[in-house]
C-alpha cells in the first residue's frame, strides 16, 4: 500500500477559484518525492493543503490507505506527518536546542535522546546549540528547522524549498542530509526550484503547472526527458 496517495485533489485559498485541480500523487515508503514546476504553479499550495492548513473542495488524501482529509494539522502530526515551510520556519531569538526542543514540547521524557539523535543528522547544530537561530548561517537555519520537524519522529517530512537562497555548496550539503534522513526510514515530499539536482536524487518526480500534474515519473526518467529538460529545467 502507498503510503501517500493524493487522488484528484482540488484546493485552494478559502472560498477563491481553486488552485490546485485534479492533482494526483503516489509515494511509497521510503521514497524521495520532488515537486518542480513554475513559479505560482501550486507546489507550496499542494504541501500546505497536505498539512491540511488551506480548503480541500474534493479529493482525497489518504495516509496508509486512510483519508485524513478533514483532520487537524496537530491530528497530522500524530500521523506522523511533519511539514516544515519555506519562510518563518525558525524562532530566531531562541537557542538552536530551545528550537529542537519546541518540536516535541509535549514529550514527558527522551528530549536529551531525541535532540542527540538530530544532532548526529545535522553535527554543526550541535556546535552551536547556545546559540541564537537567528545568528546561523542560512544552511544551518535551515537544518534547524529540518531538526525541529524531526523531533516529532515524523514517517513523512515535507519540505518546501529547503536551499532557497543557499549557495551551491550549501545546497549539496543540505540535500546530503535530506538523503541521511531518507536512509534513516523518513519519506521525504519536497518542493524545489534547483529542479535538476533534486531530481537527480529523487525516486519519484511531480511537475505542477498552473495546478496540474503536467509530467509525473521517476526522478532520473523526468531528468532523461527531452520535453521536461527543455521547459522546466533549462534545456
Ligand atoms: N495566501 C494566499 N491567498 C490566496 N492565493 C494565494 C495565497 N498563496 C498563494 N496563492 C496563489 O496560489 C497560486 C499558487 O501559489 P504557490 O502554491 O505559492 O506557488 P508555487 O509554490 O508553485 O510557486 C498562485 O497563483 C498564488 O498567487
Ligand atoms: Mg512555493
Redesign the pocket.
Known amino acids: 500500500m502507498a503510503l501517500i496517495e493524493i487522488n484528484k485533489l482540488v484546493a485552494?485559498?478559502g472560498d477563491?477559484a481553486p488552485?490546485l485541480q485534479d492533482v494526483d500523487m503516489v509515494l511509497e515508503e521510503g521514497d524521495i518525492g520532488v515537486i518542480v514546476?513554475?513559479?505560482?504553479?501550486?507546489?507550496?499550495?499542494?504541501l500546505k493543503s497536505i498539512f491540511s492548513l488551506l480548503n480541500i473542495h474534493s479529493g482525497q488524501i489518504k495516509l496508509n490507505g486512510a483519508d485524513v482529509v478533514g483532520l487537524r494539522a496537530d491530528q497530522l502530526v500524530e500521523n506522523g506527518l511533519a511539514f516544515v515551510p519555506q519562510e518563518f520556519n525558525v524562532f530566531q531569538s531562541m537557542s538552536v536546542e530551545e528550537n529542537l526542543e519546541m518540536g516535541a514540547f509535549t514529550l514527558r521524557h527522551g528530549m536529551k535522546e531525541k535532540i542527540e539523535k538530530v544532532y548526529t543528522y545535522f553535527p554543526p547544530l550541535k556546535e552551536k546549540r547556545k546559540q541564537p537561530a537567528g545568528e546561523l548561517s542560512g544552511g544551518q537555519r535551515q537544518m534547524v528547522a529540518m531538526g525541529r520537524a524531526l523531533m516529532a519522529g515524523p514517517k513523512i517530512l515535507l519540505l518546501d524549498e529547503p536551499t532557497a537562497g543557499l549557495s551551491p555548496l550549501f545546497m549539496e550539503k543540505i540535500f546530503e542530509r535530506i538523503i541521511a534522513v531518507n536512509k534513516a526510514g523518513v519519506t521525504v515530499l519536497m518542493?524545489e526550484q534547483h529542479a535538476k539536482q533534486a531530481l537527480g536524487i529523487a525516486d519519484k518526480g511531480f511537475v505542477?503547472v498552473t495546478?496540474r500534474n503536467a509530467y509525473t515519473d521517476t526522478g532520473e526518467a523526468l531528468l532523461n526527458n527531452k520535453e521536461v529538460a527543455k521547459a522546466f529545467l533549462g534545456g
Do not use: C, D
Not at 37 to 44: D, Q, R, T
Open positions: 485552494g485559498y477563491n488552485i514546476g513554475p513559479n505560482g504553479a501550486g507546489k507550496s499550495t499542494l518542493v505542477l495546478g
